[in-house]
């Protein structure tokens, strides 16, 4: 079957399985940046946002997406950009492996939030998980990002 939707505001148009999932559909038509680490909905590396919102690409079924909008970290580069810095600088940046999906979900956060508290911040990136430390530093390198213009 063909799917449309829109990959980073330019109109696609790819030929799926049925019962396939976003994640698969995406790697397969050459976008790697999506990483797939549980393939179950629980580390949130390949995360990505349809519709502007932060959602697991491994669980979601690419035919249930005609007409949408996902973005990926091609689709926000210069804010990814920024993240990365702020992840540096505070040392959560290790192995990378989660790095693009917390980009995409710090990316969601700072949009949907003026003022996050701690325990906001906790709740909207609660999904996404890192193999390499605690979260500690991440907590600051989000704060960094969340204070830049
Ligand atoms: S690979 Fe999708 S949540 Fe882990
Ligand atoms: S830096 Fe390695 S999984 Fe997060």
Same mark, same amino acid.
């Given at each position: 079957?063909?799917?449309?939707?829109?990959?980073?505001?330019?109109?696609?148009?790819?030929?799926?399985?049925?019962?396939?999932?976003?994640?698969?559909?995406?790697?397969?038509?050459?976008?790697?940046?999506?990483?797939?680490?549980?393939?179950?909905? +629980? @580390?949130?590396?390949? %995360?990505?946002?349809? !519709? &502007? $919102?932060?959602?697991? +690409? @491994?669980?979601?079924? %690419?035919?249930?997406? !005609? &007409? $949408?909008?996902?973005?990926?970290?091609?689709?926000?580069?210069?804010?990814?950009?920024?993240?990365?810095?702020?992840?540096?600088?505070?040392?959560?940046?290790?192995?990378?492996?989660?790095?693009?999906?917390?980009?995409?979900?710090?990316?969601?956060?700072?949009?949907?939030?003026?003022?996050?508290?701690?325990?906001?911040?906790?709740?909207?990136?609660?999904?996404?998980?890192?193999?390499?430390?605690?979260?500690?530093?991440?907590?600051?390198?989000?704060?960094?990002?969340?204070?830049?213009?």
């Amino acid at each position: 079957m063909i799917v449309n939707f829109y990959l980073n505001n330019v109109e696609v148009s790819y030929s799926i399985k049925p019962g396939e999932y976003l994640a698969e559909t995406l790697r397969r038509h050459g976008v790697k940046s999506i990483k797939v680490g549980c393939n179950e909905s +629980s @580390c949130g590396s390949c %995360t990505l946002l349809i !519709e &502007g $919102k932060p959602m697991m +690409s @491994c669980s979601v079924l %690419t035919a249930s997406l !005609e &007409g $949408k909008h996902i973005t990926t970290v091609e689709g926000i580069q210069e804010e990814a950009a920024k993240i990365s810095k702020c992840f540096s600088k505070q040392g959560a940046d290790q192995c990378g492996f989660c790095n693009v999906g917390f980009a995409l979900v710090i990316y969601a956060l700072k949009r949907e939030y003026k003022n996050p508290t701690d325990e906001e911040i906790n709740n909207y990136i609660v999904g996404n998980l890192c193999r390499c430390s605690g979260l500690q530093s991440h907590m600051k390198a989000i704060k960094e990002y969340l204070k830049e213009e």
